[in-house]
């Protein structure tokens, strides 16, 4: 049963448009030189996106700021990844990854997205995902303050059960088991969420848009204040590792991810998460007391970070 | 039921070990400069493996060959991973991936393995597998045929079939389905081979040890043809985005990265077939008639190289 004023998926894929907008025109602001280039895509079978990527700016080496809004007929292959039904769906989203070129300006991902299904049966059912985490190549305790109370303050407006809650489930997911480690610092995560206590599609979709917008104001902050550091090539070195864990991460654990590659997804789209470059040696290790050891020793989950 | 002369698992275990030794005499010799570094390192629950990782040769700028013997009770992870029954089992193999620093010169990977296990019903079954497959930067088509050739030879003197049969299943099995792409010119590849019409355990073990003895001499070949061929700066950022490619099947396809990494396999011997460094640039398209876009298009399953 819905509200007769409950958002309709038309009006969802016109604010997650918007969004994305006026996260490109704040990013580019920030950044001062590099500009978005946009390619729209059409799906076969329903729908497309529009992908826009950064390059080579001044501050973000390698970003995509992606609108994506996909729909048509649930494939057997997408009922068993996602266990669900079969029917119609329709899939809507922002998806963000930005690497930034100096080491002390950490990396960031948000993602924000809307699925609504009608089974074969009839019935309707839809969810909202989200979130957004921060990876810095160096952990500076300032900015990860910065970071989660900016997420609590959002979290608290719509539930006090959110921000505990999401920043846990960031947490478990970010977390890479093959090396024991979080992706970063964490920050809050979603699922599948509809309704919560007496709160329902609208003001769920309130929330989602909230942590949307929260995310130009956090990171162009996070970019000012880190950008003119200056760094040394061992801190260059980490970064490219550190970025390394980050390759780790999206091709082996990321859900979204993998849901794409498998179900033909485009992908280029997808792997605009990648970082421009990435190292790996063999069993590296850091050095006692030094700032990558302090770093390593706080991708941990739950830390209380503000 | 087993005949008397059968090799057992000490004996295959034993054969393994002597041929990491002979193809890292063989690749050190090649080198010229490189010396691999050996871990060893114990399985908790029981076995371990030698760890052999060479970085900054004169021709291989990263690359592992690895012994492993693992063995004890199969977890009920390892039964629905590997689709097989509870009871113990061992499972030895050597592993090798080279990353040479020269775009003209292929990267290569070889495994063979072997695995038995007795079931908690007294059962006892065993299986070997492996195979190389060759990942030309650039394709050149001379090399590929000798490569080819070589192990078309080795499969010969065991069975007419192996060539043909192990040869699709290479194409197969390293193939990027999101890239549409195959990771270089395949080779061979064969899994859970215990008997093959007439050939036996010892048959099919004298095959395996042939694979593993192959290698050398063919990889030291094709070092030695190519190490000195000058590259430009194209070349060498080519090489990258190709690795970049090599991370992506790795950590997306490869069953054995996969099944280590889930099952609690030590993680920086699984890895060590990561390349140094790897790039990724959103969409990059090769240029019409370049020498990227041919070897793009013999990145294809079902190309006849002998």
Not at 117 to 137: A, M
Not at 225 to 241: G, R, V
Request: glycine letters at 10%.
């Amino acid at each position: 049963m819905q509200k007769e004023n409950e958002k309709n998926s038309k009006a969802i894929t016109e604010a997650f448009k918007n969004l994305q907008d006026s996260i490109c025109l704040a990013l580019e602001q920030a950044d001062g030189l590099g500009k978005f280039l946009e390619e729209n895509w059409q799906r076969e079978g329903g729908g497309g996106g529009r992908t826009r990527v950064l390059s080579k700016g001044n501050v973000i080496e390698k970003g995509g700021v992606n609108f994506s809004e996909v729909f048509g007929e649930v494939t057997p292959m997408m009922a068993q990844k996602l266990q669900m039904k079969e029917g119609n769906f329709l899939a809507t989203g922002v998806s963000i990854v930005l690497h930034p070129h100096n080491p002390h300006v950490p990396i960031i991902h948000m993602n924000i997205r809307y699925f609504e299904l009608e089974e074969l049966s009839g019935e309707k059912v839809y969810w909202f995902g989200g979130g957004i985490d921060l990876t810095p190549h160096y952990v500076d305790e300032e900015d990860a303050y910065f970071f989660h109370q900016n997420l609590k303050d959002v979290c608290q407006k719509h539930h006090s059960d959110f921000y505990p809650k999401f920043k846990i489930w960031a947490d478990d997911y970010f977390y890479l088991k093959h090396r024991q480690e979080t992706r970063g610092i964490g920050g809050i995560f979603f699922d599948r969420l509809s309704q919560y206590e007496n709160l329902g599609k609208e003001d769920i979709f309130a929330f989602v848009m909230e942590v949307g917008n929260s995310f130009a104001p956090i990171y162009t902050k996070l970019m000012a204040k880190n950008k003119m550091k200056p760094y040394t090539e061992t801190e260059k070195q980490w970064q490219y590792l550190r970025r390394g864990r980050y390759v780790e991460f999206n091709l082996v654990y990321d859900a979204g991810t993998k849901f794409g590659l498998e179900t033909n997804g485009r992908t280029e789209s997808i792997l605009m998460s990648l970082p421009p470059q990435a190292h790996w040696l063999y069993n590296f290790q850091v050095e006692e007391g030094s700032k990558e050891q302090q770093t390593l020793e706080m991708l941990k989950k739950g830390i209380s970070w503000v």
